[in-house]
């Protein structure tokens, strides 16, 4: 089955196509980057309007890298939601119209189920059941996944999510936006023990999250150094430093705690925060030293992308499941609510 991906929730316009048999086809990525980046953050006027200006013409890029006409399409799948209500808007207009057009069926995504099964696009998937990592700008949350569409939540973040306290510490720098890669790839230069900062949440029993205190802490460190600072440039490093530490310690608690709970051994990650490359050495090496397996999906599918979209929605097409012509976009979704796939 030939199945084309839409994935516009946020500030990405993403498109794939995905074959049953043969696998992903081809996949292309607009970012909305400079759009934003004078606000400091996402406008979602803004980002409906782009999503708009570019669904269309990508389309027909993505058709033509993966070598098919329109015409062999099988099935549409698009981001129904959680995410921007304009933005998805504008992916589920476009998706249920062609759809129509073309007299094939169409299915709707959840956006974090495409990030959960993003790793199994991989050549070397893991198998069910396992306990399931997402982790970026908008969501913090450990799943244990028994199977596709049977998700239970474990826990979840409080307050900020992982991905956003990145951003917005970032911000409280003067490190512009996006931030929180910036911020990643500055406490690589940034000294270990300079600061010391508390790792939230993992001293009580449980696997929720919270990393607003975390944030603040960052804040109040820099108030308190920057003035007397002979060298701020270095001074933002060791605290980017510190808070990443902060951040990929309680993560991986979080994470060990959640096997030893489920009695599972196979951990997936995904989401944005997933292409942090100390959270992927550490999590590695605690693989190797607590015997469990760790999946992360290729980098460029950590952030939002069409080809988890297809993917996922190629699944649930296969198994008979499509949606009316009526348009059901959800700002908020919970996963719990997802229909499992038939067995």
């Not at 919270?210 to 933002?236: I, M």
């Not at 980017?240 to 979080?254: N, P, S, Y």
């Not at 951990?267 to 925060?273: C, K, Q, S």
């Not at 607590?290 to 992360?296: G, I, K, L, P, T």
Request: aromatic share 6%.
């Amino acid at each position: 089955m030939i199945v084309l991906g839409i994935e516009s929730s946020c500030d990405e316009t993403g498109l794939a196509v995905y074959d049953s048999e043969q696998g992903l086809l081809a996949h292309v990525l607009h970012s909305q980057v400079a759009v934003h980046a004078e606000y400091g953050g996402v406008v979602p006027e803004l980002a409906s309007r782009d999503h708009i200006r570019y669904l269309l013409p990508l389309i027909g890029e993505v058709l033509q890298q993966a070598g098919i006409g329109k015409h062999e399409l099988e099935g549409i799948a698009y981001t129904a939601g959680p995410g921007l209500i304009g933005a998805l808007m504008s992916g589920a207009a476009v998706a249920r119209s062609l759809a129509w057009a073309l007299a094939i069926p169409a299915v709707e995504v959840h956006h974090m189920e495409g990030h959960l099964l993003a790793p199994l696009l991989e050549e070397e998937a893991t198998d069910f059941p396992f306990v399931a990592l997402l982790v970026s700008g908008g969501h913090t949350l450990l799943a244990y996944v028994a199977a596709i569409g049977e998700y239970e939540i474990i826990g979840q973040s409080l307050d900020d999510a992982a991905g956003e306290a990145f951003d917005k510490t970032a911000k409280m720098m003067g490190l512009g936006y996006p931030g929180g890669p910036v911020l990643a790839e500055l406490a690589a230069s940034g000294r270990g023990d300079a600061f010391q900062f508390p790792r939230p949440m993992t001293g009580r029993p449980g696997l929720d999250f919270s990393f607003s205190g975390l944030k603040t802490f960052a804040l109040n460190t820099w108030e308190q150094n920057r003035k007397q600072s002979d060298n701020k440039d270095q001074l933002r490093a060791n605290i980017a430093c510190a808070f990443e530490q902060a951040v990929v310690d309680t993560l991986l608690i979080k994470c060990r705690r959640a096997l030893q709970q489920t009695g599972c051994a196979r951990l997936v990650v995904a989401g944005g925060v997933g292409a942090n490359q100390r959270l992927r050495q550490r999590l590695h090496q605690s693989a190797k030293e607590h015997q469990f397996s760790v999946s992360f999906p290729r980098l460029e599918f950590c952030t939002d992308n069409g080809a988890m979209i297809a993917f996922a929605g190629c699944l649930r097409l296969q198994a008979g499941q499509s949606q009316p012509l009526d348009i059901d976009a959800r700002a908020r979704w919970p996963m719990e609510d997802l229909l499992p796939l038939r067995r």
